[in-house]
């Protein structure tokens, strides 16, 4: 351990880790990023394979976009939102409802937990407003994640994010038995009757008391990178709107372009009453993020004056004008100078090349992907944290940055990482896996 990493490790506590294995594994030291790569201060380099946390949609240090930055650095950095607006966030708000089918206004806040927490509260809210306080639950999808702060943990399921904070939290009803799929050519994909028959008397039993059911589209990500049948987001949707239930779209990972789509709630053709997107809305250059929703909604708050009826998410930095000219930049660039064509090629590639390390190493099963999203799971007899803990250091060494999630390996990179770079992962991978689990 260098000196700084030693001053590191005395004064930052590091986010998801268990903070004894950082004395084994310390964290590296950033001296410059861009496009794919990150180099640390001793001149290694390695690609961002997991997007740092899947928020990288256009790279590290992208010049349009840095240039943004600092073009509104010079104008203002930022100013109360809740008296004043702005060119660039009339632009952006004009933008992103044009962008999404249904949509009507937009909402601001700094990150994701805190759209979601949002999304949630205009819910509950709305039915406040509207005299039906007993419409006051959430329904959520097994495996589902939200977030971690309160409300986005209630909504979020499994023990591992959760357990300890149950008593902070609200209860939240999740639906089991979702139809997942490894590519959208699975038969599921495109039918998932058999899947929905066991999911109905469970949702009957919650429609009369559900606000929101909140899902993320197509891709569980923390839940292991699961893919899942477009046709049950879309007999979902469905149900929702026959229910009079709102859909709220945590896009906080699939939404700007990921999975394919510039939102995975195209893959099912359907809009939602909410869409939640952070994380690639700005490149991940700004804690940033969007609440979209319908005028059916915001009517719901419209006239109202009384202070319960008024809605409360008073964030110091809503709607922030750096983050706001970074997301205004981003979309203009997915739009005016993004090469789809060559990026459709590469996640037919990036899967392909999962699918050849699944076949040369043969300790890799359930090789799934969509869009720029590959995953696999470590069989269950070469499995060991031990190993998988080898796998990520050895990948490193050789020029990889990846964040496996429990047995699950993923690569998740920018969204305009090119081939060779895609070969490069793929033999790093290899090689990280071979060493590690023979
Ligand atoms: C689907 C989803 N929702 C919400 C969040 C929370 O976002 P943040 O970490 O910015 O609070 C994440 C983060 O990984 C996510 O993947």
Same mark, same amino acid.
């Not at 992208?62 to 104008?75: E, F, I, S």
């Not at 739009?335 to 064509?341: A, G, H, Q, S, V």
């Not at 047995?407 to 060493?435: E, F, S, V």
């Given at each position: =351990?260098?000196?700084?990493?030693?001053?590191?490790?005395?004064?930052?506590?590091?986010?998801?880790?268990?903070?004894?294995?950082?004395?084994?594994?310390?964290?590296?030291?950033?001296?410059?990023?861009?496009?794919?790569?990150?180099?640390?201060?001793?001149?290694?380099?390695?690609?961002?394979?997991?997007?740092?946390?899947?928020?990288?949609?256009?790279?590290?240090?992208?010049?349009?976009?840095?240039?943004?930055?600092?073009?509104?650095?010079?104008?203002?950095?930022?100013?109360?939102?809740?008296?004043?607006?702005?060119?660039?966030?009339?632009?952006?708000?004009?933008?992103?409802?044009?962008?999404?089918?249904? =949509?009507?206004?937009?909402?601001?806040?700094?990150?994701?937990?805190?759209?979601?927490?949002?999304?949630?509260?205009?819910?509950?809210?709305?039915?406040?407003?509207?005299?039906?306080?007993?419409?006051?639950?959430?329904?959520?999808?097994?495996?589902?994640?939200?977030?971690?702060?309160?409300?986005?943990?209630?909504?979020?399921?499994?023990?591992?994010?959760?357990?300890?904070?149950?008593?902070?939290?609200?209860?939240?009803?999740?639906?089991?038995?979702?139809?997942?799929?490894?590519?959208?050519?699975?038969?599921?994909?495109?039918?998932?009757?058999?899947?929905?028959?066991?999911?109905?008397?469970?949702?009957?039993?919650?429609?009369?008391?559900?606000?929101?059911?909140?899902?993320?589209?197509?891709?569980?990500?923390?839940?292991? =990178?699961?893919?899942?049948?477009?046709?049950?987001?879309?007999?979902?949707?469905?149900?929702?709107?026959?229910?009079?239930?709102?859909?709220?779209?945590?896009?906080?990972?699939?939404?700007?372009?990921?999975?394919?789509?510039?939102?995975?709630?195209?893959?099912?053709?359907?809009?939602?009453?909410?869409?939640?997107?952070?994380?690639?809305?700005?490149?991940?250059?700004?804690?940033?993020?969007?609440?979209?929703?319908?005028?059916?909604?915001?009517?719901?708050?419209?006239?109202?004056?009384?202070?319960?009826?008024?809605?409360?998410?008073?964030?110091?930095?809503?709607?922030?004008?750096?983050?706001?000219?970074?997301?205004?930049?981003?979309?203009?660039?997915?739009?005016?100078?993004?090469?789809?064509?060559?990026?459709?090629?590469?996640?037919?590639?990036?899967?392909?090349?999962?699918?050849?390390?699944?076949?040369?190493?043969?300790?890799?099963?359930?090789?799934?992907?969509?869009?720029?999203?590959?995953?696999?799971?470590?069989?269950?007899?070469?499995?060991?944290?031990?190993?998988?803990?080898?796998?990520?250091?050895?990948?490193?060494?050789?020029?990889?940055?990846?964040?496996?999630?429990?047995?699950?390996?993923?690569?998740?990179?920018?969204?305009?990482?090119?081939?060779?770079?895609?070969?490069?992962?793929?033999?790093?991978?290899?090689?990280?896996?071979?060493?590690?689990?023979?």
């Amino acid at each position: =351990m260098n000196h700084l990493q030693k001053k590191d490790l005395k004064y930052h506590w590091h986010p998801c880790r268990t903070l004894k294995n950082l004395e084994k594994n310390p964290p590296f030291i950033v001296k410059k990023a861009s496009g794919c790569y990150i180099e640390s201060i001793d001149g290694h380099r390695v690609i961002d394979g997991i997007s740092s946390w899947w928020c990288k949609s256009l790279g590290h240090n992208h010049p349009r976009l840095t240039a943004a930055l600092l073009a509104q650095t010079n104008r203002f950095e930022h100013v109360i939102s809740t008296t004043t607006t702005n060119q660039t966030i009339i632009e952006l708000s004009e933008m992103l409802v044009k962008l999404v089918p249904g =949509m009507g206004k937009v909402f601001y806040a700094s990150d994701g937990s805190s759209a979601v927490e949002i999304a949630l509260k205009m819910s509950l809210h709305s039915r406040v407003n509207q005299g039906e306080k007993r419409r006051n639950k959430f329904l959520s999808l097994s495996n589902g994640y939200h977030g971690e702060t309160c409300g986005a943990l209630s909504v979020t399921h499994g023990d591992n994010f959760k357990k300890v904070y149950s008593s902070l939290l609200f209860d939240c009803a999740f639906i089991e038995g979702i139809p997942y799929v490894n590519s959208s050519n699975d038969a599921l994909w495109h039918d998932c009757s058999g899947h929905w028959t066991k999911v109905q008397d469970f949702l009957q039993y919650h429609a009369k008391e559900t606000t929101a059911l909140i899902l993320e589209p197509i891709v569980q990500g923390a839940g292991n =990178m699961k893919i899942y049948s477009q046709d049950f987001l879309k007999r979902l949707r469905a149900w929702t709107k026959n229910h009079n239930i709102h859909l709220i779209a945590d896009e906080i990972m699939t939404g700007i372009g990921r999975t394919g789509k510039m939102f995975a709630c195209e893959h099912a053709e359907i809009t939602a009453d909410f869409m939640c997107l952070s994380k690639g809305l700005t490149s991940g250059y700004f804690p940033f993020s969007a609440v979209l929703t319908n005028n059916d909604i915001y009517n719901c708050f419209y006239d109202k004056t009384g202070l319960d009826e008024i809605f409360y998410h008073s964030h110091t930095h809503s709607g922030n004008a750096l983050g706001a000219n970074l997301a205004l930049e981003t979309l203009k660039i997915l739009k005016e100078d993004f090469d789809w064509e060559a990026f459709h090629a590469n996640t037919a590639y990036l899967l392909q090349s999962l699918q050849k390390v699944a076949e040369e190493t043969k300790i890799l099963s359930n090789v799934r992907g969509i869009g720029m999203i590959a995953a696999a799971d470590i069989k269950q007899d070469a499995y060991s944290p031990d190993r998988m803990r080898d796998m990520i250091h050895i990948a490193f060494q050789n020029g990889a940055l990846l964040r496996p999630l429990g047995k699950t390996i993923y690569w998740l990179p920018p969204l305009n990482i090119h081939k060779r770079m895609i070969d490069d992962l793929q033999g790093i991978t290899k090689r990280a896996l071979l060493r590690a689990f023979k």
